[in-house]
């Protein structure tokens, strides 16, 4: 929407816009609806020039503004909040807020005025019909039960403000939202809204104005009390009276929240027990009538409709199964299935299933279930008829996790119900609502919300699964002290019990089919590599019970053992502390599961991301943000003073940063190697604190490197421009250590010591700590930090830093702590589930990574399930998630059980997978497809680089970035002045070029039949001695020192370097900035480094077939992208050009035949990457040019097969 220099609200349409005059206060405060892309929205401004202090607008805005950002990331908030869209100041200085609303809603002040003006009258067969909140109905019995299911939305929402330190102070009719669309349940009408008078009691840096009431003391005791006299108000009750007009637990629930207020600090109120009081009182309403038996009617479709021809196949398949005698099964007529149907809910209690996610319910007959809904019609004001649309004959599944009531009264099946409607005698005794009232109320999503979590769930599941075939099932037999001598050889200990170990292939079934399922190795082979490789034994394992936990995420029972060695006669020995027949029963009988102890690290991010996922349910808006990220994002309409901050950015920084800071929710950012992500964040970040001194920000990135730089960038940046003082900073990265090894002060003593010492320098623990009474305790509290306090200096930090998966990152969830932004790095390698964590805890988040780099860690073994999909058998797979006692309630409304879960094809299945498991890719790929069509997206690239030399970024940007990698020019310019590197003395001939890469190559196995394979096991010795040479030849004509880097995707290959190369063979130029790290380094390792002159050794030489065999990783397009960009002056790769070469022809026909191995951007990037460098190779062999006289293109073409004596 375009804007001038008019109000905000002067720019929309006449037609597309309505004031809403009841909650609008003259000269102060307006209130309108408008329409926006088919969206409603509410829209408050604050005059900027009105009677009053322009500066108390400013500030109530502002205030609200806080308050309403802070909230928007909390769980559940938008079900029970009225939560904020937007704020900014239009253009002609009006204070703006903006909310997500619809048509109907209104402030239920103007709701019960509208009750008590026009009673409804529902049709032609019925009377005017009163509201259940008018004052002449809110006594019934379903009217109370409507507005306590109401009241426990208010609670839940008063729950969630003072769990974020906020205090609402201005509970009334005017402060709540009445929703009023007709797909609205009537238990679900009141939102919490009307924060004007909010008090955020983390961040009073000065006092908000009261106000003629300056003296109030305010405290989340008022919201209570006011939720208290709002009840009353509702009700038409007296203060004085409601202990005898309510039933027990009502007045209960009254009193507690009246009193909660008087008593004033020394009494809190218990929110647990208030919210079992509400649903016991709506529990005692329903069972007021309850001395007679009410009838309850119940229909179906006509007689010549599909539903009832469904019906009557049912009952005739359940007749001819159970050879039931009394009808003929194969000529039902109507009255036949009436008659049925009728015996069959001749019961008296009868029991009701709620099918929470489709939004109905089940009935249980004798020999039937029945599933119904409401039968509306205008002339039915309540729900007095059921409607039967399904019946079934067996129990599915999912009704033994249904929530379920039972109901006390008699069924009647109508043939008819309109007659019913004529006579009109209904009342509430007959209502359906009254009973199912109890029942809570689901979440409910949307096709792309299902998919969007059953994609994530199935990429836990396989976690899971994988976990799982880590556990290998055994027996255990004691070895008896005579026995113990057949084990020769072996150094034992008096102290401890010995067990001989057999691994029983036949009870790992489950294991094999697994495995085979994830295209991994039988267990056994896995099991027997443990023990057989000595460099690789596994001696640490852990023993546990083959019982399933009962609970969600119940403990098994586990006890550790240690690996001593083989015997022939006694196989496997293990030996432990404690004898294992004091856990196990019948150990010799029982079968036990058994796992190499590092595992357990494993096992706990397995459980925490169970945990988190079930936050991740209740969070609708986020789920809502990435399953449908081109509907959910928007750009605000504030304005933002930028100018500071863009000064030290490059053109492409500055449009990223611009939008990023301007988009919500979420904003993902790709950037490619060497454009500076760490700055753009740094910057970022100080940009946040300068704008707002008391922000809260959360860094995370996935490895503790990456958050460490964060941390000391930031705090760099911040110190620099005088932020850095005052905040509170948690930075929770791998402890660093002592000299002896220990750890030094843990997360929570280094959060809170500095703010004991302070109290114990102050006047108030001087006068209190020599009161006996309170000495102890403050004794206590400055000698041992206290969990509950380092989570209030959580709740208070300005910038947490720390991994996505930390133990840290859940207690922030768990908590409910929340912060203004959420900055996540390395997202590229972070799986969809790791991703998550961070995007819970803030309503605003920034993802940036490059998905064109290295992958989330286990992203090959989900594409090889994908490729292998034959083989994949999901519901067994699925089946692992209750080894961890997953909630299997969860599985059912996700429609992941054995009977919803091949309703959806495997393809789709696999399709979410590798969507919402590559979460960053199909997210950035989503924004780059919209800002491709010239559109405003919730995402970019920076596109120009810092890092490397341009002839070396041409390479990077063509093969990998379609060419839209750029260099800074300043960048550019130094690079292209004199290399500051030459060689001396080498025998490999024409290293001297002026190209800034290098290309060593080796012949090709493959086009010389007499070559032999020169790598062995993932190591290439032929490479080493060439690597060597360049060391040893490489000089520089400059006084500065520069660092070198050998990268090799193989980390045998990178021992063996590290092994063979000494440093007196490395020129003393580079010798000071390597200090004493190793030389060489696998390429997984060193993403986000770079070094001055990084030397390639590429390993492959080889014969293999097909092309992921020969080429390994080097046929991954994001491991040889990291590969090719980490060096700035110089890049010299060693390896046989010609594999490459060869492959490429070979996979093109074969993928021409719909036979190629390759994916299409690993396809693609083989193609670009052997046609960029083919004239310079061809050049290096063609011998009829001089050495010397060769000019090459792209790569200086170097032979080593006279160097090597090949």
């Not at 697994?514 to 000595?534: A, E, M, N, T, V």
């Not at 840290?808 to 964590?837: A, P, Q, W, Y």
């Not at 060693?1134 to 060869?1142: A, D, H, M, P």
């Amino acid at each position: 929407m375009e804007l001038t220099t008019m109000a905000f609200i002067d720019s929309i349409d006449d037609e597309l816009k309505i004031r809403i005059k009841e909650e609008s206060q003259t000269d102060l405060l307006e209130v309108w609806k408008y329409l926006d892309n088919d969206t409603v929205f509410k829209l408050k401004f604050w005059y900027a020039k009105n009677s009053l202090n322009e500066e108390l607008a400013k500030e109530i805005w502002l205030n609200e503004t806080r308050q309403l950002n802070k909230l928007k990331s909390v769980t559940n908030a938008e079900k029970y909040l009225e939560v904020i869209h937007d704020s900014f100041i239009d253009n002609s200085g009006n204070y703006c807020l903006i909310y997500p609303t619809d048509e109907e809603s209104k402030i239920l002040d103007t709701k019960l005025l509208e009750v008590e003006a026009k009673p409804a009258r529902i049709g032609l067969f019925s009377k005017s019909k009163s509201h259940w909140l008018s004052k002449n109905k809110i006594m019934s019995t379903t009217s109370r039960m409507l507005l306590w299911k109401n009241v426990l939305r208010l609670v839940e929402g008063i729950e969630i403000l003072h769990g974020q330190d906020i205090i609402h102070r201005n509970i009334s009719t005017n402060s709540v939202i009445y929703k009023e669309s007709e797909e609205v349940d009537d238990t679900e009408r009141f939102v919490l809204s009307g924060f004007e008078k909010s008090l955020d009691f983390n961040k009073i840096n000065k006092p908000i104005f009261m106000g003629e009431h300056k003296d109030v003391i305010c405290t989340t005791h008022q919201d209570w009390s006011d939720l208290g006299v709002l009840i009353l108000e509702l009700l038409g009750i007296e203060s004085d009276s409601f202990q005898e007009k309510l039933l027990r637990n009502e007045a209960l629930v009254v009193r507690l929240l009246l009193e909660g207020h008087s008593t004033g600090h020394t009494k809190l109120v218990d929110k647990t027990q208030l919210k079992l009081l509400v649903e016991q009182a709506i529990t005692d309403l329903s069972e007021v009538d309850n001395s007679f038996s009410p009838v309850f009617h119940i229909t179906t479709a006509s007689f010549e409709s599909e539903t009832f021809g469904d019906i009557r196949e049912v009952i005739k398949n359940y007749l001819i199964n159970n050879a039931v005698q009394n009808y003929d099964a194969q000529n039902l007529t109507k009255s036949d299935v009436i008659d049925i149907i009728k015996e069959d809910i001749t019961l008296d209690p009868f029991r009701v299933f709620n099918d929470r996610y489709r939004n109905e319910f089940i009935l249980k007959g004798k020999n039937f279930l029945y599933r119904f809904k409401e039968f509306r019609h205008d002339n039915f004001g309540d729900w007095y008829v059921s409607y039967i649309t399904a019946i079934y004959d067996s129990v599915p599944d999912w009704l033994n996790y249904a929530e379920t009531i039972e109901i006390k009264g008699n069924l009647v099946f109508v043939p008819n119900a309109f007659r019913l409607m004529q006579k009109n005698e209904f009342s509430d005794e007959n209502s359906w609502k009254l009973k199912l009232i109890q029942f809570k109320k689901e979440q409910k999503y949307t096709d792309s919300e299902l998919e969007c979590l059953q994609g994530l769930l199935l990429s836990f599941a396989i976690d899971v699964a994988r976990s799982e075939t880590e556990k290998y099932l055994v027996s255990l037999d004691r070895i008896e002290d005579d026995r113990l001598k057949e084990g020769k050889g072996l150094i034992l200990d008096d102290g401890l019990f010995y067990y001989t170990l057999e691994y029983k292939k036949e009870n790992n079934d489950i294991n094999n089919k697994l495995s085979d399922s994830l295209s991994l190795r039988q267990p056994f082979d896995r099991f027997k590599q443990h023990f057989s490789d000595p460099s690789k034994l596994t001696d640490k394992w852990v023993i546990e019970t083959t019982t399933n936990p009962r609970r969600s995420m119940e403990r098994k029972d586990k006890l550790d053992a240690q690996y001593i060695g083989q015997s022939p006669k006694l196989g496997y020995i293990f030996s432990t502390k404690q004898p294992l027949e004091r856990s196990i029963n019948n150990l010799s009988e029982e079968l036990v599961r058994i796992y190499p102890k590092d595992h357990d690290g494993t096992i706990a991010q397995i459980e925490r991301r169970a945990r988190i996922f079930y936050f991740l349910l209740n969070q609708s808006s986020l789920i809502s943000s990435i399953a449908d990220p081109a509907k959910k994002f928007f750009v605000t309409s504030r304005k933002f003073d930028l100018e500071a901050s863009l000064t030290s950015l490059d053109e492409s920084k500055k449009e990223v940063f611009s939008s990023l800071v301007k988009t919500q929710p979420n904003y993902f950012i790709e950037g490619p190697p060497g454009v500076g992500k760490t700055h753009l964040i740094t910057t970022y970040v100080d940009y946040l604190f300068h704008e707002e001194n008391s922000s809260k920000v959360l860094l995370s990135a996935q490895s503790h490197a990456t958050v460490n730089m964060l941390y000391d960038e930031i705090t760099e940046k911040l110190r620099e421009h005088g932020a850095f003082d005052g905040l509170i900073i948690i930075p929770n990265f791998k402890a660093k250590k002592n000299d002896d090894g220990s750890n030094v002060e843990t997360l929570i003593q280094n959060a809170t010591n500095p703010y004991i010492d302070k109290f114990k320098k102050s006047e108030m623990f001087n006068k209190y700590s020599k009161e006996p009474l309170i000495k102890q305790k403050l004794d206590k509290f400055v000698s041992k930090s206290d969990a509950k306090f380092f989570n209030q200096v959580l709740r208070a930090a300005n910038l947490v830093f720390t991994t996505s998966n930390s133990k840290l990152m859940e207690g922030l969830i768990e908590n409910n702590i929340n912060f203004d932004v959420s900055v996540m790095e390395e997202c590229g390698k972070t799986s969809g589930i790791e991703l998550v964590s961070p995007m819970i805890v803030s309503s605003k988040r920034v993802l940036i990574g490059d998905y064109k780099q290295l992958p989330a860690f286990s992203e090959q073994d989900v594409q090889k399930i994908i490729r292998n999909s034959g083989k994949f058998d999901m519901g067994l797979v699925i089946e692992q998630l209750s080894n961890i006692g997953f909630r299997k309630g969860i599985i059912f409304d996700l429609d992941f059980n054995y009977a919803d879960i091949n309703k959806t094809s495997k393809a789709e299945h696999f399709s979410n997978l590798s969507k919402y498991f590559s979460l960053f890719k199909s997210l950035c790929q989503s924004a780059e497809s919209i800002r491709s069509r010239g559109k405003e997206s919730f995402g970019s690239m920076i596109d120009t680089q810092h890092r490397m030399h341009p002839q070396i970024s041409r390479i990077v940007s063509n093969a990998v970035y379609d060419g839209k990698l750029k260099d800074y020019p300043e960048t550019a310019d130094f690079y292209n002045s004199a290399s500051p590197f030459a060689f001396k003395d080498s025998k490999l001939e024409g290293l001297n070029k002026d190209n800034a890469v290098i290309w060593v190559d080796l012949p090709d196995k493959n086009s010389d039949v007499r070559m032999r394979s020169l790598e062995n096991k993932n190591v290439n010795k032929h490479e080493i001695r060439i690597i060597k040479e360049l060391l040893s030849k490489i000089h520089t004509n400059s006084d500065e020192d520069y660092s070198i880097k050998i990268l090799s995707p193989y980390v045998n290959q990178v021992n063996m370097i590290n092994n063979l190369v000494e440093k007196s063979e490395i020129n003393s130029c580079f010798l000071s900035k390597n200090n004493d790290q190793d030389i060489a380094k696998t390429v997984d390792s060193y993403q986000g480094d770079q070094a001055d002159v990084i030397i390639i050794s590429l390993v492959r030489h080889n014969s293999y077939q097909p092309i992921t065999s020969a080429l390994g990783f080097l046929s991954d397009m994001r491991r040889m992208n990291v590969l090719l960009s980490r060096a700035k002056h110089k890049m010299i790769i060693v390896g046989c050009f010609g594999l490459f070469r060869y492959w490429q022809l070979l996979e093109n026909k074969a993928y021409a035949n719909n036979r190629g191995y390759l994916d299409d951007m690993d396809r693609d990037f083989l193609n670009i990457f052997v046609e960029m460098f083919i004239d310079d190779f061809e050049l290096m062999n063609d011998h009829s040019i001089d050495t010397e006289n060769k000019v090459f293109n792209n790569i200086n073409f170097v032979q080593s097969k006279s160097f090597l004596g090949l």
